[in-house]
């Protein structure tokens, strides 16, 4: 089930992402310590939640716990969880860059802007939780907004154009990020190792379904031209998506590429 951003109080949350009311924490805990508790303690605890438990481990509670404090202490800092998800949203996208050089062309630095968006899904697989139905609408997801667009201007396209390439690659990275992530993520979600997965059920197939080739022999082919290497189907499983991956965004690219040498731009 997808979770909806926003669904706190819009007039605390939008004050809180844009006019922050409180310096960034410099003091760092040293141990035997207490952090010293803020809000940006507070969102990163948070953060750090997440990045272990998923968002299902997410709460108040657990979050005190990993600041050393009760969860009401929390509240002194944010309303509620659905505000402190915005914050962590968009908190986690401050790690990308601003600025791509387009010294060596737009597509080189669309293609870096792409990589660096998907590691970052890739480094906090609870964000593609989120939906994009509706944007947090803080400052640093603008800015990565910001940065494709500056980007994409370089090719020359107008502006619908260039409005359907941002969202080409945002779903394409995205996309790309959640089967990647589920790859991983598989063994570890249902306690099968995904090439007892393969050999349970690959027998079965052949047996239920001895005319597959027949039937299918377009599927058939395109798998007989992969290699699944060494025997390891998990680790055939992550590296097609990843290499899906970087061959989707260079097709993208390319159709980019074309539309602007067919516009003159």
Do not use: N
């Amino acid at each position: 089930m997808p979770v909806f951003a926003g669904r706190g109080d819009p007039e605390w949350t939008l004050t809180a992402l844009w006019r922050r009311d409180e310096p960034e924490r410099s003091d760092r805990p040293t141990p035997g310590r207490r952090p010293a508790l803020s809000r940006d303690a507070v969102v990163e605890a948070a953060i750090e939640v997440a990045d272990r438990d998923g968002l299902e481990g997410l709460s108040m509670k657990a979050v005190g716990q990993r600041l050393g404090c009760t969860a009401m202490a929390l509240y002194t800092y944010v309303p509620g969880k659905d505000e402190l998800l915005d914050l962590m949203y968009d908190r986690v996208h401050a790690e990308l860059p601003t600025s791509y050089p387009v010294t060596d062309g737009w597509r080189a630095a669309a293609r870096a802007w792409a990589r660096d968006v998907g590691e970052l899904f890739l480094r906090h697989p609870w964000t593609l939780q989120i939906s994009y139905a509706r944007p947090v609408l803080g400052p640093h997801e603008q800015a990565m907004l910001e940065t494709l667009v500056g980007i994409l201007r370089h090719t020359g396209l107008d502006v619908p154009e260039v409005r359907r390439a941002v969202s080409a690659l945002l779903h394409l990275v995205r996309g790309a990020a959640q089967t990647r992530v589920d790859a991983r993520a598989a063994a570890r979600a249902t306690g099968v190792p995904s090439a007892l997965w393969w050999r349970a059920r690959a027998p079965q197939l052949h047996r239920v379904a001895p005319d597959f080739a027949q039937r299918f022999p377009h599927s058939t082919w395109l798998a007989q031209a992969g290699d699944r290497g060494d025997g390891d189907p998990e680790g055939f499983v992550v590296a097609q998506a990843d290499e899906a991956y970087t061959a989707a965004v260079e097709l993208l690219l390319d159709g980019i590429e074309a539309r602007r040498a067919g516009t003159g731009g």
